[in-house]
């Protein structure tokens, strides 16, 4: 079977381009493959029955492999049989038989209640940067920010008597208006009321936050910030600014926020982005549901 391999991997050099990993790639789990049909007593590609495929892809899929793996390992396979079909090394098409692997939906990294607690506590509000920070941290949870929406910001995009905040999604795109608690409200009136004007003269126009020389943040130093408060704070988990946005999703549909409105929060072009912030439980009924009403 190494020969056929071999011939097949020449055709997807030559023919089909294939670079030097995709190539690499398919030669280990072809060689895989063989090897394990060879055991099963298949010498040649045309011993090899649906049955024989369908077992080696089953045991691939309750061992530890990872579902990009085996979906990767079973597209060399297909093409490895549409290449011997095609050159009639084989009567039929084995793998029509398999269904390729979905790919698991991944929960971000989200922090617990009493996590997001101990972090927003960790900035010393007695200085003007800790103000800053808090507010930062409280406006992020509060709102579902992305770390470059925050960092665009400007005061007239806050209204804190209505507790709304305003993102510009850019030129031809729609605004986003979020609303956000009593808790980031305080902290925003506390950081632009007394923090900011020791960095930023009155009248001028600047970003809503900014470092001690008066400039707009980078999103470089808002994760910096965030690293630092976490491991202040005890969190052991590697969190970013965007384990902030994820949390506020998550706990939103923890607390029975509808996909429709998440979907409008966090600037979503699609209501299934919503699905992964479900928690475990939600999602094994979701697939129970799906595979109990297909039909044929």
Known sequence: MIRNIDSFLEYMTVIRGASGNTLSAYRQDLIRFAQDMESKGAETPDQITEEMVSDYFFA???????????????????????????????ARNVTDVLKQPKMKRKRPQTLTSEEIDRLLAAPDTQKPMGQRDRAILELMYASGLKVSELTSLHPSDIDLRTAIVRVDRGEGRSVRRIPFGEKARNALVEWIAKGREHYVPALVEAPLFVNVRGTGLTRQSVWKMVRQYAEQAGIRKKITPGSLRHSFAAHLMENGADARSLTRMMGFSSEAQTVVYENDEELRLREVYERAQKRG
Not at 64 to 88: G, K, P, Q
């Open 60 to 90: 691939m899929e309750h061992s530890d492999a990872a579902v990009s793996t085996i979906s990767r390992h079973m597209s060399a396979v297909r093409a490895f049989f549409r290449f011997l079909v095609e050159n009639d090394d084989v």
